[in-house]
């Protein structure tokens, strides 16, 4: 099929400024939402639904209030994007992403922006809580990420302007990456935190990750350990929590005012993302491929079905037309026989021929005997019942006609053979072509 052509998003200038990650993730989202070939198009077609992969990877700050949540995704950024302060900052959800104009949306806009997110709104009084943050930052790989900064948690009288355990928890669950932010001052044992952290666990355990922040702020090496030594304690006392060894990393935001001796691991989180999207690059052309074959599969049967539909609607118009041919045909020759008898042989050799009137009184004379067969006061009955007989004839031959399955035009099924060809030839020659090149780049980059 020499028509059908996935349209390329990368024009020469975009392929120079975006990162072998960055184009395959755009171009296989648009293989997916093409308004002409889109694969989620031709999936609707047959009744199957599919997603079209995300371009970015999601990733969750949560954690206790001024743990350093919004200063982590402005230092990531290098750009002050959130505000940050010891006050409570952040009370309700931004989602903070990279984009070609800098731009703050309100809860509305932003759902327009993440449909995905919609169910948000199950979490009443939160859209009013919600925001994004549109920055033009090309930072480290801000461009392939979407923070999700959260409101501060803390214990005690405060109250939420909407369920925050439950929409955390939602979000968390929608996220690629959890980051769990425990500072080392007062709020490090928030049992709020160690609610929602215990609820992840189950659903999202592999997601989840623990970073000591500001670790700059902990004084002393041993004054760190032993607030560490606390919270990895207060973790494990969680019985969903005790399973896995914990890691904790030391991170802080640098600061050449203020130089620390202390250990920052705060490059191992950016490291952490790209691994993320680097898994998130082969989930989406792993998954390129199974939608592919899923499409394929849709087809294959689709074709299959329609030739047994076919097949079976030949025998039902069989019936049909036996049962209609019946229902007519045997009240004609009833009535008929009885006209034949009414004409004299000779006429009725003179008016159609001997030949003819042969045939027509062999045909009737069957008839004529069994009517005469038939006691005198039983022949109303009988007609009665012939009657009955050839309505039920006829009703069987309208209901058979009527079991007819629909079955494919000439024009659909060339369709679906186009469909057909322009998954495989072309999709997937673009997937391994998509894939071979992202490996390539893989081992140039070790290499290097
Ligand atoms: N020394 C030090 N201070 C930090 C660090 N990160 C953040 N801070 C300070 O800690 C305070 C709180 O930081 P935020 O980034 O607002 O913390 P948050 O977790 O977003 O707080 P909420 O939004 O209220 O939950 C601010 O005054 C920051 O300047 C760090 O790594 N080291
Ligand atoms: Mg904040």
């Known amino acids: 099929m020499s028509g059908r052509k996935p349209r390329s998003v990368a024009n020469p200038l975009e392929s120079a400024i975006t990162t072998p990650s960055e184009r395959i993730l755009k171009e296989c989202h648009s293989l997916y939402v093409d308004s002409d070939n889109g694969l989620v198009k031709i999936a609707n077609s047959l009744g199957v639904r599919l997603l079209p992969p995300r371009k970015k990877i999601v990733v969750m700050i949560m954690g206790n209030h001024s743990a350093g949540k919004s200063s982590f995704i402005n230092w990531y950024v290098e750009e002050h994007i959130q505000k940050t302060g010891v006050a409570i900052e952040t009370q309700g959800f931004t989602f903070i992403t990279s984009g070609r104009k800098r731009e703050s949306l309100t809860g509305n806009a932003t759902l327009h922006l993440y449909p995905h997110f919609r169910p948000l709104l199950e979490f009443k009084g939160a859209l009013d809580y919600l925001s994004a943050e549109i920055s033009t930052s090309k930072q480290k790989k801000f461009s392939l990420v979407t923070f999700i900064d959260t409101p501060g948690l803390v214990d005690g009288d405060m109250i939420y302007p909407f369920d925050v355990n439950s929409a955390i928890t939602w979000l968390g669950q929608q996220s690629d990456l959890i980051f769990v932010f425990f500072d080392p001052m007062g709020q ?99 998954q390129l491929e199974k939608d592919c074959d899923l499409i394929s599969a849709s087809i294959s049967s689709r074709l299959e ?7 079976y609607n030949k025998s039902v118009r069989l019936y049909s037309l036996l049962y209609g041919a019946m229902g007519i045909f045997l009240p004609l020759l009833f009535i008929f026989s009885f006209i034949v008898n009414t004409f004299v042989k000779e006429h009725l ?56 399955n629909k079955t494919l035009s000439k024009k659909e099924k ?22 071979e090149w992202y490996l390539q780049q893989c081992a140039a980059e070790y290499d290097l």
């Not at 929590?241 to 990393?249: A, D, R, S, T």
């Not at 060339?414 to 894939?435: F, W």
């Open 414 to 435: 060339r369709s679906l053979a186009e469909y057909n060809e322009y998954i495989q030839d072309i999709v997937k020659t673009k997937k391994g072509k998509l894939y």
């Open 305 to 311: 079905k329609d030739k047994s539909d076919v097949s």
């Open 188 to 286: 490090a044992l928030c049992k709020r935190t160690l609610n929602i952290v215990e609820r992840l666990s189950d659903t999202c355990g592999d997601k989840l990750l623990f970073y000591l922040s500001k670790a700059d702020e902990a004084g002393k090496e041993t004054d760190r350990q032993r607030v560490m030594m606390q919270i990895v304690q207060e973790l494990c006392r969680r019985p969903g929590l005790n399973k896995c060894g914990f890691e904790m990393p030391t991170i802080y935001i640098p600061n050449p005012q203020k130089p620390s001796r202390c250990v920052n691991q705060i490059d191992g989180v950016c490291q952490t993302i790209e691994k993320a999207i680097n898994q998130a690059v082969q989930k989406t052309l792993n």
């Open 349 to 404: 050799e003179e008016l159609i021929g001997e030949g003819l009137a042969k045939i027509l009184s062999n045909l009737t004379v069957i008839v004529l005997y069994l009517w005469e067969w038939i006691p005198e006061d039983g022949q109303v009955v009988v007609v009665i019942l012939f009657m009955a007989s050839c309505y039920l004839l006829l009703f069987l031959a309208k209901h058979f006609s009527r079991q007819r």
